[in-house]
């Protein structure tokens, strides 16, 4: 992104969920498998999952099934 980078958008994106009625799920897709990097997305609460790249069509299966498990 060229202004914001992932992290800039989940610490923006905390300040105003409180302004958002529906649930949103976020997931972040990284080329990083740095410990860190995992460890700093599980602190963030608006993150829903954390996915290294290369997304396969199965992962990206995967989840569309657990987000939209009933109409899936």
Do not use: C
């Not at 610490?11 to 740095?34: D, G, H, P, Q």
């Not at 599980?42 to 498990?69: C, N, R, S």
């Amino acid at each position: 992104m060229p202004f914001l980078d992932g992290w800039g958008f989940l610490a923006e994106f905390k300040k105003l969920k409180s302004k958002i009625a529906n649930k949103v799920n976020i997931y972040m897709v990284s080329s990083s498998i740095r410990e860190t990097d995992v460890k700093r997305a599980l602190d963030f609460e608006e993150l829903t999952g954390y996915v290294v790249k290369p997304l396969h069509k199965a992962q990206l299966a995967k989840i569309f099934k657990k987000i939209y498990h009933e109409n899936w």
